[in-house]
């Protein structure tokens, strides 16, 4: 299957500029990053694509055995850059998609030339000497009701994860965009997310990393983004003044800014 078709690959911007790859998180497409869009396609070219099982891309081309593991979405990331033949570009991943940058960068590392880790988690449960900001039995609830009413859990969860509750028009937005997605496929990513633990994988990294966090946000509380980038020697962390999971719709400017400064820093 063509790749562009299957991932619902997208490229705009300047095509004599480096190459910026933006990956949306679950439940999500690729329509989220389009208040960064504009900021970057002047000087840099944009790619944008749609993991399988989220957006417009090719439903067909799912299968739950493959995306039981982060791994399978990482696979997704690297057919993109190699049906592109991209080189040297930079990955920029919200949320779960920070991770699955990092497995990608440690599969084809002449292709991911940097990273730029929006909310990132490796492990989202509580663990010895490690915050992740859940519980097990939290997340066994979180999972339960997701996959016995998904509408109901996405009207519920979406304005507490955007976390800007004084702006209703956001959390419907991330409530739309959860309840566009194909519930079962929304089931087997979600598992895969939230029962991920990708701490080792840290360690691979070797390239221009950064971390953006916000100030309060209930999936990567601050303790995350401090491991992060203790886990990645020569990151940049950066505390945005934002609240919420979702930055990037909450606080455009000030994420486009620290993006933008960051790429501008890169050789």
Same mark, same amino acid.
């Given at each position: ?94 949320? !779960?998609? %920070?991770?699955?940058? &990092?497995? *990608? ?9 940097? $990273? #730029? ?100 946000? !209930?999936? %990567?509380?601050?303790? &995350?983004? *401090? ?9 940049? $962390? #950066? ?29």
């Amino acid at each position: 299957m063509d790749i562009a078709r299957r991932n619902n690959v997208t490229i705009t911007g300047n095509p004599e500029g480096r190459t910026v790859v933006l990956a949306h998180g679950f439940g999500c497409d690729q329509n989220m990053w389009r208040l960064t869009v504009p900021a970057l396609s002047d000087d840099y070219r944009v790619v944008l694509f749609d993991y399988v099982g989220s957006g417009r891309a090719e439903p067909s081309a799912f299968s739950e055995q493959r995306y039981a593991s982060l791994d399978g979405y990482a696979q997704d990331v690297v057919d993109v850059f190699e049906a592109l033949d991209l080189t040297d570009a930079v990955f920029v991943g919200h949320s !779960v998609s %920070a991770m699955i940058g &990092v497995l *990608a960068a440690a599969q084809v590392p002449e292709r991911i030339g940097a $990273l #730029v880790m929006v909310g990132p988690s490796p492990r989202y449960i509580d663990d010895q000497g490690y915050r992740g900001g859940f519980s097990a039995a939290d997340i066994d609830e979180l999972l339960d009701s997701l996959e016995s009413n998904y509408l109901g859990w996405s009207a519920v969860m979406a304005p507490v994860i955007m976390g800007n509750p004084e702006r209703p028009e956001l959390g419907d937005e991330l409530k739309n965009s959860f309840c566009a997605t194909d519930p079962d496929m929304a089931r087997v990513f979600a598992r895969t997310t939230f029962l991920s633990d990708s701490r080792d994988d840290l360690k691979t990294v070797s390239v221009p990393t950064l971390v953006l966090e916000c100030t309060q946000d !209930v999936i %990567a509380p601050r303790e &995350v983004g *401090a491991f992060v980038h203790r886990s990645i020697p020569g990151s940049t $962390l #950066v505390t945005l003044e934002a609240t919420g999971h979702c930055p990037h719709l909450s606080a455009p400017e000030a994420t486009n800014a620290a993006i933008r400064s960051f790429l501008a820093d890169l050789r």
